[in-house]
């Protein structure tokens, strides 16, 4: 589903973000990302969504070599990835059901089609009943699952999160780790960057970690 051979990313010329990454990761697995604060996460993240290229080596996801991709196939190739961000990024004017339909409506899904998709994803992180209400409505742990949910409704092969349980307590990042291995459990590869060890090392998911831009540890969770 994602390999990277030999990558990798400078910014700016010089600063050397990611260095000599190589790693595979098969369809349908679960995975964490961990390290520092800086040690390039997100990075690599952005270089799997192709919102950045990397300097050196090769990106292949989902049979594709991005470095191939012309621009006019990126918006198609992104939507095969569902992404999920710490913040969740919902949009506070709009209620539950018009945040998740948003990536159907940007690409036109005829509306009985896309209510049918968003109340499957609200279903499935249990928040149908809320529909109607706004962000502010929620408490953080289900605003988040609504990121998720606006993640998922495109049925995407790959979902990517960047530190989903940044601002949530002990139990409520639990919860949301349960939903994402419940994506799993049905053939989503997923992909979590996160800072939360004790977390990881419960969940037994394979580990890559990350130090000052290379790849020190590739295996099961300690
Ligand atoms: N667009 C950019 N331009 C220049 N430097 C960048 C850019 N993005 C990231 N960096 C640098 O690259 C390094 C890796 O950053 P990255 O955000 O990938 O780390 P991270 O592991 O995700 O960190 P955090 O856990 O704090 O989010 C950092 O030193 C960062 O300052």
Redesign the pocket.
């Known amino acids: 589903m994602i390999a990277f051979e030999h990558v990798g ?1 400078r ?2 010329g010089r ?1 050397e ?2 260095a000599d990454i190589n790693f595979r990761v098969e369809r349908g697995e679960m995975l964490f990302l961990t ?12 270089l799997i969504m192709r919102l ?1 290229r990397p300097s050196r080596g090769r990106v292949l996801v989902a049979g594709h070599d991005l470095d191939r991709l012309h621009l006019s196939q990126v918006p198609y190739y992104r939507r095969q990835i569902g992404v999920v961000f710490q913040d969740h990024q919902l949009l506070f004017d709009r209620d539950i059901f018009a945040n998740v339909a948003l990536p159907l409506t940007i690409q036109g899904i005829e509306p009985h089609e896309a209510a049918r998709r968003v109340r499957a994803a609200l279903d499935k992180v249990g928040l149908l009943h809320r529909e109607r209400a706004l962000p502010i409505e929620l408490s953080t742990g289900e605003q988040q699952r609504v990121g998720i949910a606006r993640a998922v409704v495109n049925k995407p092969a790959l979902l990517l999160a ?2 989903p349980t940044g601002n949530l307590d002990p139990q409520l990042s639990a919860d949301i780790m349960r939903l994402f291995e419940d994506f799993n459990r049905i053939g989503t590869t997923v992909l979590i ?1 996160s ?1 939360d060890l004790a977390l990881i090392a419960r969940l037994r998911h394979r580990v890559l970690k ?1 130090r000052e ?1 290379r790849l020190v540890r590739d295996g099961e969770a300690a």
Not at 35 to 43: E, I, L, Q, T
Request: charged letters at 25%.
């Open positions: 990313k910014y700016g600063f973000a990611l390290g520092h604060s800086g040690a390039g996460k997100s990075s690599l993240l952005r950045e960047d530190e960057a800072h990350l831009g």
